[in-house]
């Protein structure tokens, strides 16, 4: 499981593999909008953190599709199926290089974005807990959804139908913290409920991305 | 003598066969019967004037958008444990209507909104859940529509029902979170007529009920298309492999 997860970050690091492809993506997303909204700074304010949310979103779609695919079409998830390790934790491996390569630079580079927005630095720092919470969540939902379009040709698009509804509820909760923190509520329930369902897709969805491949290769 | 019999096609396609023109008789009685008597001989509500009418298609609508997802859901787990074909394909040719219900649910909604709340569209909790199952629903056939290997996407979907149970829930409760309401709460229920006059109880239930009816024909006259196409795929397939023998 290790070496797999090296394998796949190497794999991922390297030229053609896109890193860098879904942060650019992030970067172009923040600075599109203030063109689109205008630049008075108490309007980016109030959208920045949402718009810095569904950012993450879209560039965690955007690097999806390769997480099996790639594999899938050169004969090395077969193998990979078949070798001594459970289905899970090839899932497991896959997910975690998956966030490590592209969630992980989104949180960092968000506050910096932040900047844009005239988001303030203590707010800035809610921001990035909330995404360092939540970005995990959505590297394993997108493996799931991987792994249903696996059997489909070109099945990019499919997989944005798909996943899209399954980040609602990450969404709403990471965006809620920020939106909490910058009003001045309380924000230990949004952070509860955020890490609750992190924690719980990391628990679950393992089993059912590998019953998927597991059928898949059949 | 079990339930488990229908589950062998020729069966269910008898069976379903001889029940069909019934549950259509009774759909169409109880939805003239509920429609009429709740469009035309029922009294103005005294605050919300007529457009309380549109409540005999607004509500069955709801009513039926979620018990379709609840009966694909229901369906992809049979399918799962026990894997027959035909609980697969009434999973199936259950989501275009229940699809169809989510959208005459929130298009109803969006046109008694307008007078009651001054707009047709409000991020309500309800009215928001109704849009997430609209996506649900839309996510869930285009799986179907992309995988060419039918017991594959079987299997699929059924994971994705599964799964999507459990994220629509969940994003009902996060939504909830996220915003309070306009939307009334339940004042329907089936047993007791605690808040709601007779006059308007009784074609409301009527209509429910020929809703549920409506909905019933509609999967089974879409499985049994399904079921018949699957005999045509399998008889062209013999066909084929005839000839080439000939």
Same mark, same amino acid.
């Given at each position: 499981?290790?070496?797999?997860?090296?394998?796949?970050?190497?794999?991922?690091?390297?030229?053609?593999?896109?890193?860098?492809?879904?942060?650019?993506?992030?970067?172009?997303?923040?600075?599109?909008?203030?063109?689109?909204?205008?630049?008075?700074?108490?309007?980016?304010?109030?959208?920045?953190?949402?718009?810095?949310? !569904?950012?993450?979103?879209?560039?965690?779609?955007?690097?999806?599709?390769?997480?099996?695919?790639?594999?899938?079409?050169?004969?090395?998830?077969?193998?990979?199926?078949?070798?001594?390790?459970?289905?899970?934790?090839?899932?497991?491996?896959?997910?975690?290089?998956?966030? !490590?390569?592209?969630?992980? =630079?989104?949180?960092?580079?968000?506050?910096?974005?932040?900047?844009?927005?005239? *988001?303030?630095?203590?707010?800035?720092?809610?921001?990035?807990?909330?995404?360092?919470?939540?970005? =995990?969540?959505?590297?394993?939902?997108?493996?799931?959804?991987?792994?249903?379009?696996?059997?489909?040709?070109?099945?990019?698009?499919?997989?944005?139908? /798909?996943?899209?509804?399954?980040?609602?509820?990450?969404?709403?909760?990471?965006?809620?913290?920020?939106?909490?923190?910058?009003?001045?509520?309380?924000?230990?329930?949004?952070?509860?409920?955020?890490?609750?369902?992190?924690?719980?897709?990391?628990?679950?969805?393992?089993?059912?991305?590998?019953?998927?491949?597991?059928?898949?290769?059949? | 003598?079990?339930?488990?019999?229908?589950?062998?096609?020729?069966?269910?396609?008898?069976?379903?066969?001889?029940?069909? =023109?019934?549950?259509?008789?009774?759909?169409?009685?109880?939805?003239?019967?509920?429609?009429?008597?709740?469009?035309?001989?029922?009294?103005?509500?005294?605050?919300?004037?007529?457009?309380?009418?549109?409540?005999?298609?607004?509500?069955?609508?709801?009513?039926?958008?979620?018990?379709?997802?609840?009966?694909?859901?229901?369906?992809?787990?049979?399918?799962?444990?026990?894997?027959?074909?035909?609980?697969?394909? +009434?999973?199936?040719?259950?989501?275009?209507?229940?699809? +169809?219900? #989510?959208?005459?649910?929130?298009?109803?909604?969006?046109?008694?909104?307008?007078?009651?709340?001054?707009?047709?569209?409000?991020?309500? =909790?309800?009215? #928001?859940?109704?849009?997430? /199952?609209?996506?649900?629903?839309?996510?869930? *056939?285009?799986?179907?529509?992309?995988?060419?290997?039918?017991?594959?996407?079987?299997?699929?979907?059924?994971?994705?029902?599964?799964?999507?149970?459990?994220?629509?829930?969940?994003?009902?409760?996060?939504?909830?979170?996220?915003?309070?309401?306009?939307?009334?709460?339940? #004042?329907?229920?089936?047993?007791?007529?605690?808040? *709601?006059?007779?006059?308007?109880?009784?074609?409301?239930?009527?209509?429910?009920?020929?809703?549920?009816?409506?909905?019933?024909?509609?999967?089974?006259?879409?499985?049994?298309?399904?079921?018949?196409?699957?005999?045509?795929?399998?008889?062209?397939?013999?066909?084929?492999?005839?000839?080439?023998?000939?």
């Amino acid at each position: 499981m290790k070496a797999l997860f090296w394998r796949d970050m190497r794999l991922a690091l390297r030229s053609g593999g896109g890193f860098g492809l879904g942060l650019a993506f992030y970067f172009m997303l923040a600075l599109l909008f203030p063109f689109a909204v205008g630049s008075d700074p108490e309007v980016l304010r109030r959208v920045g953190p949402g718009v810095l949310w !569904v950012g993450a979103l879209l560039s965690t779609l955007l690097t999806l599709d390769r997480l099996f695919a790639l594999d899938n079409e050169d004969g090395a998830l077969d193998m990979l199926l078949t070798a001594p390790i459970p289905t899970e934790g090839l899932v497991l491996a896959k997910a975690s290089a998956h966030w !490590v390569t592209n969630g992980l =630079p989104l949180c960092l580079l968000g506050p910096t974005l932040g900047l844009f927005f005239q *988001i303030p630095l203590a707010l800035s720092g809610w921001l990035l807990a909330a995404l360092l919470i939540g970005t =995990p969540a959505l590297s394993m939902i997108g493996a799931f959804g991987a792994s249903l379009t696996l059997s489909v040709k070109r099945g990019g698009l499919l997989l944005m139908l /798909l996943v899209l509804p399954l980040y609602l509820p990450t969404l709403i909760f990471g965006a809620e913290v920020v939106r909490r923190a910058s009003e001045g509520a309380a924000i230990g329930p949004a952070l509860a409920l955020l890490s609750g369902v992190s924690l719980a897709v990391w628990a679950v969805m393992p089993f059912v991305t590998a019953s998927v491949l597991r059928a898949s290769a059949k | 003598m079990s339930l488990w019999e229908y589950a062998n096609p020729q069966k269910f396609m008898r069976l379903s066969g001889i029940l069909l =023109p019934w549950v259509w008789t009774g759909a169409m009685a109880a939805l003239s019967l509920g429609l009429i008597w709740g469009f035309f001989f029922t009294p103005d509500d005294f605050r919300m004037g007529s457009t309380v009418k549109i409540i005999y298609v607004h509500v069955p609508a709801a009513l039926m958008a979620i018990n379709a997802w609840l009966m694909m859901l229901l369906a992809s787990l049979i399918w799962l444990v026990r894997r027959h074909h035909v609980s697969a394909l +009434a999973a199936k040719a259950a989501a275009p209507i229940g699809l +169809a219900m #989510t959208v005459i649910a929130l298009a109803t909604g969006a046109i008694w909104g307008k007078p009651m709340w001054g707009a047709y569209w409000a991020w309500d =909790p309800r009215l #928001t859940s109704f849009l997430i /199952l609209f996506v649900f629903y839309l996510g869930y *056939i285009a799986l179907w529509q992309a995988i060419d290997d039918k017991d594959l996407a079987a299997d699929l979907t059924s994971i994705l029902c599964l799964v999507g149970s459990v994220f629509a829930l969940l994003s009902r409760y996060a939504v909830q979170f996220w915003s309070q309401g306009l939307h009334q709460g339940a #004042t329907f229920s089936v047993d007791a007529e605690e808040n *709601i006059a007779d006059v308007f109880w009784l074609p409301a239930v009527i209509s429910m009920a020929g809703f549920v009816l409506l909905f019933v024909a509609l999967v089974l006259v879409n499985t049994r298309s399904e079921v018949q196409l699957r005999r045509l795929v399998a008889l062209k397939r013999w066909d084929r492999i005839a000839e080439e023998a000939a």
